[in-house]
């Protein structure tokens, strides 16, 4: 089975995605930290391919404030340590984050924060994993593969409405 991608233009700036079979492998921003080798991206294919097309719509639905859950059927093949931080990540409820250091905590050992950190930045399927949910201590932006601007907004498209409302003032 081989692996094929397309572009997608967003409000995130240019997203690349890649398929493998029927469930996608990769949302990767333009100049994504941790790039996969070439072979990783395959056959260019078209937006209108059913992976991508879902895809599409759904990232629209979400950047449109309409979906909070994804749907398309995607799979994220790390070191076992990787998919164990992946697995986690997918379970940060929408409008929350956790730190690097509650997941290192989670993971019996509070000094594998830099190693939490390392496998979130090299998750392959951005947005959909929600590694933009992980913050540093105290709520602080640190690193995002997409970059800080990118992470701000998709954080500040989560924010709670009363969170929202509260900085009017």
């Known amino acids: 089975m ?25 949302i990767f921003y333009d100049g994504h930290w941790h790039m996969p080798p070439p072979d990783y991206f395959g056959d260019p294919a078209g937006i209108e391919d059913p992976v991508f097309a879902r895809t599409r719509t759904e990232l629209a639905e979400y950047l449109d404030g309409h979906r909070t859950v994804f749907d398309v059927p995607f799979q994220a093949l790390g070191n076992p340590f990787q998919e164990k931080v992946w697995e986690r990540l997918q379970h ?46 105290n709520g602080q932006l640190t690193g995002y593969a997409g970059g800080l601007r990118n992470k701000r907004f998709l954080l500040e498209l989560e924010e709670p409405a009363e969170v929202r409302e509260g900085k009017l003032f």
């Open 2 to 26: 081989s692996s094929r991608h397309t572009t997608l233009d967003s409000p995130l700036g240019q997203l690349t995605l890649t398929a493998r079979g029927e469930v996608l492998t990769g």
């Open 92 to 137: 940060i409820p929408f409008g929350e984050t956790v730190s690097y250091g509650q997941l290192a905590a989670e993971f019996g050992d509070p000094h594998l924060a830099q190693a939490v950190g390392s496998a979130v930045g090299r998750n392959p399927i951005s947005i959909i994993i929600p590694c933009h949910r992980v913050v540093g201590r």
